[in-house]
């Protein structure tokens, strides 16, 4: 940790690349590696949007608790005793210390482990020893932050005032998740993976499936290689099994009809403050979930699903998450920023909560596809991070194919532009000075 | 190491925290966690005022050094041939190399391992291989640095002046040691510990116990809990163990009456530059030592200590040190920053120079408790660094019976004041214009 | 990475340090330690000069490559199809990821791992997949750098105009070199070694052997001591040697005359921009190589050599590099920055390409003693950079015998010199207003 001494000349640099940012092209090689813009991505991405942080399936009961950190920032997302659901800073009122320090548990009340300052699961100071008669205790409380659900979703804002189309976001996507009943769900399995890049780089991977081919090959076996294909882009070798995908498509119209949930992209991934996309694709093969050629990996199907032929629904988040919903499990997945060249991937696998592991499903069959998944994109965001910190890199186009990195990028330089807007005046007055003075 | 830019710039900013700093409170997270804060503590605190380094039984004999490590700075501490103890900076006068890595030993001369520059134990340059006829050797001499000694203990202050009321303390807490004979006693164990915490955590920890109770269940069989406590406190339950304390501080008062030595409390932690803080306490049990339930854990009293009751002696220096006399052995406790959220815990059990390990003591015996003690302060200070260093953390009250790390903080915020006094003016012209360009 | 709010400010400071160096003395310690001169090092001196980066023997065959890393850049240095040596940025230009990983090997082509932009070993861009019609892809050849070979070392420059002298400085070393066939050795071994220290002062402890005695037990066996003697300095017990000495000297003589080999001292270390000493010794005992007092190392002589004693031809290059070439193998040497307190010494050995392992030679009596030299020297570095680090270190006098120490530093300080010169009015501008901000 450091405090800036010219932090108004850091902010009209990189004002001054967010205004020359090229559309179509990736970014300048500050935005992936400087501690400057990292500082402020803390700041003005992860400290302004809703940032999703884990789902209901973790914390069925009161008292229930997982921690989350965010940069050098620690919460505490937990269900308190009217079941309502809380995000409490990580910090005892009294000195500091952190409160809690496992991943996940279940706790009564929180006490400090320093010297006992103890407080209700909904952050109320109940008791401080030896303080002075004049102490008031409600003005020691833990602080919160805004906490919003949706679908069995949480996601959490750490601003004073949280972006407010996130209602309008939810009440689009609820009518897709509701069939998967989340907040009933068991978790079946959690990983945390560090990966060493900058988490634009991990989400940049992420938003595009132009590198699956090569990268891939487990993954690839569920689905359609015909995502943005027209009609007349199929070659004769691709016929057999673009007739395929149009069966299942026609399948998973059918299916969607019958079970009346919601079919249509919606893509709104930069054009609001809470940016996202929500799709519904159709799985080769068995066309059921992750397995080898789309084959089921858990034997009870999840929520209220009634086919295994349910497609794959993917959910998109701005900035920092992505969801899978199949027939039999769930996936859901979180970007947290750790440094300038550092994020880690935590990834949760949720499935109906009666199904038994070793007899509906096994831990190697249900994430084996999406842990060799992960790692192999971690190789690629590596090479990608070694790469643009090098000073010869300079940006380069994105591909056709790779439309929704460009929706992310412009996301987020969108974001840093309206962040910056109050600042921008005095920055660059200051700009304008060094720049006088090197010259 | 990095050179500094705008380091006015950041004097404004932390002479600003120092003033506006709230009395009985925490202090701000730059204070525990910036390199900026840290690299003035670092030249502020540990660059002017007396530091513990060693004890003379360290270095019984000519020719003896220990070599300690503040932040960056190496120093040897040896006793020379004259036996004057010496405090010399740990850098060859040709190119530079580090003279001595042994963390101790015993030399002749001071060789350069780089070209066998050869140095007297007390500095002076010998011999210099292929230097023009022009060189002059006696420019050439290791530096030194400020050594004083009071009852045994090595104080050295790397300022050009030291602090001058050393020699007034020096006066006032040397009639307790004295009994202990520390130059002539042997170390039986040393340790060193890592924090991963600030400096001023770690000492922030010590001084107060408000959070034994909890964290020490070895060390709290030795102490009343009576501490800072009036009759009127005294509930029914306690009542036993409260005739045992009026008992044991008779015996204790009895027992200093007869030896001559001082009996006083000696509180000047926030009064003056060397500020310190001595006191003696009756313990429970056997009322000797650090054993289970106040047993004694060396069979032989240390130094002229004549009975073993003779309570806990114990001794706080400002800025990094302290102290526990026992009647059977000594502990000396010295904190050495490593970086903002880094420091080394020195620990040395000292025993009488007769007593034999595994006949008078044990190792484990005579360390047991404080070893446990320690590793348990590591935590607790490691939870606070991570909680500091949470952006939502904001400074808490100090508890009443925290009023020794108020004295601490008190004692650094006033030292900062002072220290920055001849900046502040233009530090202010700068932080001014800083203001004015970042608005 | 960051990216600095102040360079002007910087380079202010740095060149007051530049004006103000003493000649005969060590570089203050910002010029070893800070993050700051390191930054300006890898623009100045690696960015702008002639880098020795590997001999041509690594890269017989079209598709050979080696990778190497100057800092955050990373190279491959390869032979195209029309066996033209090529130095290219090892950066995609999509999406910036790194190309290849692996230290050396062998491509057809230059295949991207992220998304298959497929480039042939020239560099020039031949596939992107995906791309708008608009895409012009002669556009995006991966980047060259400037690359020369002199006697099979290969040399690259990373400035867009490198200097000028390259040209002359080869045409005087190639005669002494071309003897030993460099372009057609065999690698035998190589090593990487990782030195806790500034660049420079792996730099430093290459240029003298004033600590060989003390530090070097197996190398010196190969030595005469008498490098820098005349005759008025033998003692009578050095007698029996010099005599040795003299007659090995007349040897050597005759046999570079027989060869028509050159035989002077070229000593242009500090007098151009690409600084450069080339001298040949004559060696003690066998009088061949580095084995144990003299004795050859490798049963089949390099290249085109006749005779075991034909000395060690011993070539030191600006910034950066340093080479042996005796009568039965070469070692050639690279210092590559890492960071201001980090360094990689590559060392490779070079025999005769038809010389077998396990007959004509052993890695271990091949490589034995510089593997000791190299890691003594690393130990005595890593004393230096701890010494230099510490703030009570300043400059120190240079012996007589370490004037190729002197050398270097003149040659460093000279470059920094002309290369702060355009900023230099502004920066002293700039560093006037800070020093008045100061006061």
Same mark, same amino acid.
């Given at each position: 940790?450091?405090?800036?001494?010219?932090?108004?000349?850091?902010?009209?640099?990189?004002?001054? =690349?967010?205004?020359?940012?090229?559309?179509?092209?990736?970014?300048?090689?500050?935005?992936?590696?400087?501690?400057?813009?990292?500082?402020?991505?803390?700041?003005?991405?992860?400290?302004?949007?809703?940032?999703?942080?884990?789902?209901?399936?973790?914390?069925?009961?009161?008292?229930?608790?997982?921690?989350?950190?965010?940069?050098? +920032?620690?919460?505490?997302?937990?269900?308190?005793?009217?079941? +309502?659901?809380?995000?409490?800073?990580?910090?005892?009122?009294?000195? &500091?210390?952190?409160?809690?320090? %496992?991943?996940?548990?279940?706790?009564?009340?929180?006490?400090?482990?320093?010297?006992?300052?103890?407080?209700?699961?909904?952050?109320?100071?109940?008791?401080?020893?030896?303080?002075?008669?004049?102490?008031?205790?409600? @003005?020691?409380?833990? @602080?919160?932050?805004?906490?919003?659900?949706?679908?069995?979703?949480?996601?959490?804002?750490?601003?004073?005032?949280?972006?407010? %189309?996130?209602?309008?976001?939810?009440?689009?996507?609820?009518?897709?998740?509701?069939?998967?009943?989340?907040?009933?769900?068991?978790?079946?399995?959690?990983?945390?993976?560090?990966?060493?890049?900058?988490?634009?780089?991990?989400?940049?991977?992420?938003?595009?499936?132009?590198?699956?081919?090569?990268?891939?090959?487990?993954?690839?076996?569920?689905?359609?290689?015909?995502?943005?294909?027209?009609?007349?882009?199929?070659?004769?070798?691709?016929?057999?099994?673009?007739?395929?995908?149009?069966?299942?498509?026609?399948?998973?119209?059918?299916?969607?009809?019958?079970?009346?949930?919601?079919?249509?992209?919606?893509?709104?991934?930069?054009?609001?403050?809470?940016?996202?996309?929500? =799709?519904?694709?159709?799985?080769?093969?068995?066309?059921?979930?992750?397995?080898?050629?789309?084959?089921?990996?858990?034997? @009870?199907?999840?929520?209220?699903?009634?086919?295994?032929?349910?497609?794959?629904?993917?959910?998109? =988040?701005?900035?920092?998450?992505?969801?899978?919903?199949?027939?039999?499990?769930?996936?859901?997945?979180?970007?947290?920023?750790?440094?300038?060249?550092?994020?880690?991937?935590?990834?949760?696998?949720?499935?109906?909560?009666?199904?038994?592991?070793?007899?509906?499903?096994?831990?190697? &069959?249900?994430?084996?596809?999406?842990?060799?998944?992960?790692?192999?994109?971690?190789?690629?965001?590596? @090479?990608?991070?070694?790469?643009?910190?090098?000073?010869?890199?300079?940006?380069?186009?994105?591909?056709?194919?790779? %439309?929704?990195?460009?929706?992310?990028?412009?996301?987020?330089?969108?974001?840093?532009?309206?962040?910056?807007?109050?600042?921008?005046?005095?920055?660059?007055?200051?700009?304008?000075?060094?720049?006088?003075?090197?010259?």
């Amino acid at each position: 940790m450091s405090f800036k001494t010219a932090p108004a000349a850091n902010m009209a640099e990189i004002a001054a =690349m967010v205004e020359r940012r090229e559309v179509g092209y990736s970014l300048e090689s500050a935005f992936y590696a400087s501690q400057e813009v990292y500082d402020l991505d803390i700041k003005a991405i992860f400290g302004q949007h809703w940032i999703f942080v884990a789902s209901e399936a973790e914390i069925p009961e009161p008292g229930d608790f997982v921690t989350i950190e965010i940069d050098t +920032q620690s919460l505490i997302i937990t269900r308190d005793d009217d079941e +309502q659901i809380r995000a409490i800073r990580n910090v005892c009122r009294h000195r &500091g210390s952190r409160l809690l320090e %496992d991943p996940c548990g279940s706790i009564g009340n929180i006490v400090c482990p320093y010297h006992q300052w103890t407080y209700r699961a909904d952050g109320e100071l109940m008791y401080a020893e030896s303080q002075s008669p004049s102490f008031d205790k409600s @003005k020691f409380n833990l @602080k919160q932050v805004h906490v919003r659900t949706v679908g069995g979703l949480i996601f959490i804002c750490l601003a004073d005032e949280a972006p407010a %189309d996130f209602d309008e976001v939810a009440s689009v996507i609820e009518p897709y998740l509701r069939s998967y009943r989340i907040s009933e769900a068991k978790v079946a399995h959690q990983t945390d993976l560090v990966e060493e890049g900058n988490w634009k780089l991990v989400m940049e991977n992420n938003r595009e499936c132009h590198h699956c081919d090569a990268s891939h090959p487990e993954l690839i076996t569920s689905y359609f290689p015909f995502l943005r294909y027209s009609e007349e882009d199929v070659t004769p070798r691709m016929r057999p099994t673009y007739e395929r995908y149009l069966a299942a498509t026609a399948n998973l119209d059918n299916v969607c009809s019958i079970n009346g949930v919601p079919r249509e992209l919606r893509h709104e991934l930069d054009t609001r403050p809470t940016g996202f996309m929500i =799709m519904r694709l159709p799985l080769d093969g068995d066309g059921a979930s992750f397995g080898p050629d789309g084959a089921q990996v858990c034997r @009870k199907l999840i929520g209220d699903v009634t086919t295994p032929q349910f497609g794959d629904l993917s959910l998109h =988040m701005q900035p920092n998450s992505w969801f899978h919903f199949l027939s039999d499990h769930v996936i859901v997945f979180t970007v947290l920023p750790i440094g300038p060249d550092r994020s880690l991937v935590r990834t949760t696998w949720l499935v109906h909560p009666d199904a038994v592991e070793g007899e509906d499903y096994t831990i190697e &069959g249900l994430t084996g596809v999406w842990k060799a998944t992960n790692d192999q994109d971690r190789v690629l965001v590596e @090479k990608a991070q070694r790469g643009v910190t090098d000073p010869s890199y300079v940006p380069g186009p994105y591909a056709l194919v790779e %439309d929704d990195v460009e929706s992310f990028i412009n996301w987020y330089v969108r974001r840093l532009h309206d962040y910056l807007e109050p600042h921008r005046e005095s920055a660059e007055r200051l700009g304008h000075l060094n720049a006088v003075a090197a010259q």
